[in-house]
């Protein structure tokens, strides 16, 4: 199969690559690097692509999601048969400092795609990662309850957690849950106005060794090269036990496949690491801790971040029912020994 990947030196991007190559299909990467120009030095990709290039056989496109031409002669020349849109700007905090940036790339950048998939290559599979941000700050208001270490749902029915139902719209998204919406809605309305076999997935924290992890982005990447590193980590609001589900991007890419062997157009699928791979942010730092064998270095804010989750955890449900056979291999434990080895 010829697939291509955007975003191909970030942290799901890299992995398709990985995984796809060495499946033995063709695989053609898009990345500009746009990420050290986020996040400056630290979020720079580079070493990413230089491992890709020497690990596989895929090739590097150094090109901008934004540009419209560009795109639209990459799938006249390349005819891929799935596409993997992994190209964003990621970052919540980092959108309401360049809202146009953020807009033009997750926004923009994805109606360039999807037009180029329904010009030239109606017939592939497209799919979209997106993000637990579309639901805004709805989130909040499931009834909370507070635990000695952690918020969790009140209501048993929340159990499992957010369900694709919950509703998108009337909520604080931030600027980055907005452009994400429309580049979910647009995906979403390829699939069913026009019937291309589109996707869309949204991503709980979705997390692994390969993530240039920065403050505003990478959360349990981020947590561990600072705890690694022996510097201080800011912990915003919520007394730290505010819950996050951890996927690893190896789990991500194989519901990615198991979608993309057999589409369902335009459907919604929520992504993360579900009930069992939540945890809070201090019981994150009590469990990186024991494994450095170091007391970690945090410092308390009181005031959140503007639209942050309290409790989010994917409900895995529709995903699992719709594809039997995908499953999470990485428990969160593993991806802590894992990030803290690496
Ligand atoms: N990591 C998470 O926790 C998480 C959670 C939910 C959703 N997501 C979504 O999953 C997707 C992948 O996330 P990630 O963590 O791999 O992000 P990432 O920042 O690691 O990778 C994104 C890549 O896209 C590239 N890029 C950015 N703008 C570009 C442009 N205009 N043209 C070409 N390339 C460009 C960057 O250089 C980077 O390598 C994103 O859509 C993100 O919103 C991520």
Known sequence: MKVLVTGSS???????VLWFD??????????????????????????????????????????????????????????PELI??????????????????????????TANLLEATRRHTPESVFILMSTNKVYGDAPNHLPLVE???????????????????????????SVFGASKVAA???????????????????GGCLTGPSHSGVELHGFLNYL?????????????GYKGKQVRDQIHSYDVIQALWAFAQNPRPGEVYNLGGGRGNAASLMECVAKIEALLG???????????????????????????????????????DQILEQLVRA
């Open 22 to 79: 060495a499946q033995g299909h063709t695989v053609t990467g898009v990345d500009n690097n746009m990420r050290a120009d986020f996040f400056g030095p630290k979020g720079d990709t580079r070493w990413m692509l230089a491992r890709l290039k020497e690990r596989t056989r895929f090739r590097h496109v150094d090109a901008d999601i934004r540009d419209r031409a560009q795109m639209f002669t990459l799938w006249q020349e390349f005819r």
């Open 294 to 332: 170091t007391k970690m270095q945090t410092q308390y804010v009181e005031q959140a971040r503007k639209g942050d989750h309290i409790c989010y955890i994917s409900d895995l449900t529709k995903l699992q029912t719709h594809y039997p056979s995908w499953r999470l291999t990485y428990g969160l």
């Open 84 to 109: 993997i849109h992994c190209a964003a700007q990621p970052s919540h905090d980092l959108a309401a400092t360049r809202p146009l940036d953020d807009f033009d790339v997750n926004a923009v950048g």
């Open 10 to 16: 970030g942290l799901i991007g890299s992995e398709a």
């Open 184 to 202: 979910d809605v647009m995906a979403q309305e390829y699939g069913k106005y026009f019937g291309l076999r589109t996707g869309i997935f949204r």
């Open 224 to 236: 561990v090269k600072v705890a690694r590193a022996g510097e201080p980590y800011t912990i915003f």
């Open 147 to 173: 635990r000695e270490t952690r918020w969790d749902y009140a209501d048993p029915a929340d159990y499992d957690g957010i369900k694709e139902t919950l509703s998108i719209d009337n909520c604080l998204h």
